[in-house]
């Protein structure tokens, strides 16, 4: 079964906005910490954004200001707020999970299927 499904993913003019979800089990949403990374064509996969299990947030250079991640607990769904989007943002986005010890840097723990996201130009 999949345990983390990404949605939310399309085509966008840039400058606009786009919601991303991702959506885990209880077991996994209540126990991790949740993050965002990316993956564009040519490129390593990146981390994006992060939130812990006591809401506290941690955001890549690149999307600070214009980004946002939430989690909503009833839903055991993690979303990824995007606005004022560049066409450097697009990439294929993928939901983490992992323990709140394993720092982000690192491509550990639980991965979703990913969801593209394209910003045109």
């Known amino acids: 079964q999949v345990q983390l499904v990404e949605s939310g993913g399309g085509f966008v003019q840039a400058g606009g906005p786009l919601r991303l979800s991702c959506a885990t089990s209880?077991?996994?949403?209540?126990?991790?910490?949740m993050g965002w990374y990316r993956q564009a064509p040519g490129n390593e996969r990146e981390f994006v954004a992060s939130?812990?299990?006591?809401?506290?947030?941690n955001y890549a250079d690149s999307v600070k200001g214009r980004f946002t991640i939430s989690r909503d607990n009833a839903k055991n769904t993690v979303y990824l707020h995007m606005d004022t989007l560049k066409p450097e943002d697009t990439a294929v986005y993928y939901c983490n999970a992992r323990g709140h010890a394993v720092p982000f840097k690192y491509l550990n723990g639980v991965w979703g299927q990913g969801t593209q996201v394209t910003v045109s130009s």
């Open positions: 209880r077991s996994i949403f209540s126990s991790n910490a």
């Open positions: 939130i812990t299990s006591s809401g506290i947030t």
